[in-house]
């Protein structure tokens, strides 16, 4: 399976599904599967209301 066109297609149908709306009160719950340092965990919270770039694949779901 390529990870990247899967993501890509997902994502096409989330915006083309009538009922979505991504506002700023949405909530998108994010999962790590590997571990994190504490510096990294610290970076992190330093980060909320912030843009976060990640320098790899996220499995993030809309909070319905």
Do not use: W
């Not at 599904?17 to 610290?42: A, F, I, K, P, W």
Request: with cysteine; proline share 2%.
């Amino acid at each position: 399976v390529d990870i990247c066109k899967a993501s890509e297609e997902e994502h096409e149908k989330l915006i083309n599904e009538q009922n979505y709306s991504l506002s700023l009160t949405s909530m998108v719950q994010y999962c790590r599967g590997q571990r994190m340092s504490r510096n990294e965990l610290d970076q992190l919270k330093l980060s909320i209301d912030e843009f976060v770039i990640v320098k790899s694949f996220l499995s993030a779901t809309v909070d319905p």
